[in-house]
């Protein structure tokens, strides 16, 4: 007898759903995803276009507009809501009258850029780590381990500060990365190393060592399939991790340096600015909290997918 399969499990001509078809329609279907990935999508949208956006409003990032301020009351932009206008979208910042937009867009650029190499370099380092911890055990096991638990005990935030106030300014993106990475790969590392741990004794992975597997198909055919839902799901909560990391690193002065812009650093330089020119730091502020929301949400939600087609 056939048993019709459920409409959960079937795509269109009645092929079975894949894991990642089955939990792009769970996400289609929740608004709360749906609204997080097209705010999400707007933000990279406006890092790609940042060239454009500054080509159209005719204000770059670094571009002062002394016309936008008024001097004689120490440079509090013209107008209401911090100078906005047809000119100036989002208006400008106090004092020099750089346009927020063109900063906004070329910061967004900055922190999804380092967000996404970290967490791509974490991902590398706890994988590759993690699993060589659960596959081989023994002394291998012992000396990463050590190593984890070594990094781990250090409060992050503060070693990352005094790490990034030691070291030359030179390629400040590239050495916030490095940095980010090296304290954040032992999280990852543990769960992957718990679960390669429950997976080298499986049925199939004994049956394929049996076989005459080598090592290598072992590794990126037996265990690392069954890892991957696992990894989408804590990659995507790292990302707003490292979006505030990145943010709060360039508010305390030792992240992204100027010219450069930064969300965190207009909110830095927002400061002096709350009683006369809110807006300076409502914008950028509120632009790094949906940022973060959207990014939480959506790997939240990606989690609880995966989480329901593992239960079923």
């Not at 198909?217 to 990659?235: C, D, G, H, Q, W």
Request: glycine residues 12%; contains cysteine; aromatic residues 8%.
């Amino acid at each position: 007898m056939t048993v019709a399969a459920h409409p959960e499990q079937q795509v269109a001509g009645g092929a079975p759903a894949t894991s990642g078809r089955r939990v792009l329609r769970v996400l289609l279907r929740d608004r709360g995803a749906v609204l997080s990935g097209a705010y999400l999508a707007l933000i990279v949208l406006m890092a790609v276009c940042a060239p454009l956006i500054t080509a159209i409003t005719g204000h770059g990032p670094n571009d002062f507009d002394t016309a936008a301020v008024d001097t004689d009351l120490g440079g509090v932009p013209y107008g209401a809501l911090g100078g906005i206008s047809a000119d100036h979208p989002l208006g400008v910042e106090p004092q020099n009258g750089r346009d927020i937009l063109a900063r906004i867009a070329y910061g967004a650029r900055v922190s999804l850029i380092i967000a996404a190499s970290a967490t791509a370099l974490t991902t590398l380092l706890g994988v590759v780590l993690g699993m060589l911890a659960g596959f081989y055990q023994g002394w291998v096991d012992q000396v990463i381990c050590r190593v984890m638990d070594f990094l781990m005990a250090f409060p992050a935030l503060i070693f990352m500060i005094a790490i990034l106030s030691a070291l030359p300014q030179g390629n400040r993106p590239v050495l916030l990365v490095v940095v980010i990475s090296v304290f954040g790969w032992p999280y990852l590392a543990r769960v992957v190393r718990g679960q390669t741990l429950t997976l080298v004794n499986r049925e199939f992975v004994e049956a394929a060592r049996a076989s005459g597997a080598s090592t290598g198909a072992l590794v990126f055919k037996e265990i690392l399939p069954n890892l991957r839902s696992s990894l989408i799901v804590m990659t995507t909560l790292a990302v707003p991790g490292y979006v505030g990391t990145e943010a709060g690193l360039s508010f305390l002065g030792v992240g992204v340096t100027p010219p450069t812009p930064s969300w965190g650093q207009m909110i830095s330089s927002s400061v002096g600015w709350y009683a006369v020119d809110p807006m300076y730091f409502v914008i950028p502020g509120g632009f790094l909290f949906l940022t973060v929301l959207s990014l939480t949400v959506l790997g939240d939600r990606i989690r609880a997918a995966y989480d329901a087609g593992e239960a079923a």
